[in-house]
């Protein structure tokens, strides 16, 4: 699914993009905002992303900080969640990472 938003061949909300990644809102937010950062490259999970490419791994931190900046949550402070694997409840196997923001959190929830 992610990889057909990735090629255009889906339409999607897209917030931000890069050489080797795109960024666009989740479909169900859990925050005010809720993007998405993905590499380009189909990767299941961040492990394989990691083991795969450490270009597209430093890609998909620098495209979610420049989303931070885009959507005014960089200095109030924002979360990173990558969910991997089923007992994280991770339900799409194109590795994503969730920058949350615009609320006030408390950890873990
Ligand atoms: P997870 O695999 O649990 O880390 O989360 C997958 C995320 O993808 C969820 O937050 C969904 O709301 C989101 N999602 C699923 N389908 C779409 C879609 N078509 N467009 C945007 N986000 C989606």
Not at 3 to 12: D, I, P, R, S
Not at 28 to 52: D, G, I, M, S
């Amino acid at each position: 699914l992610f990889c057909k938003f990735v090629t255009g061949e889906l339409a999607t909300d897209v917030v931000a993009e890069s050489d080797s990644s795109f960024a666009f809102r989740d479909i169900n937010p859990q925050a005010p905002t809720h993007v998405l950062v993905v590499p380009r490259n189909h990767y299941a999970n961040v492990a394989e992303l990691a083991a795969a490419s450490a270009s597209e791994t430093a890609g998909v931190f620098q495209l979610a900080a420049e989303v931070a900046k885009r959507e005014g949550i960089a200095d109030s402070g924002y979360r990173m969640v990558a969910n991997t694997g089923p007992a994280a409840g991770q339900t799409v196997f194109h590795t994503h990472i969730h920058v949350l923001g615009g609320v006030s959190m408390s950890w873990p929830a």
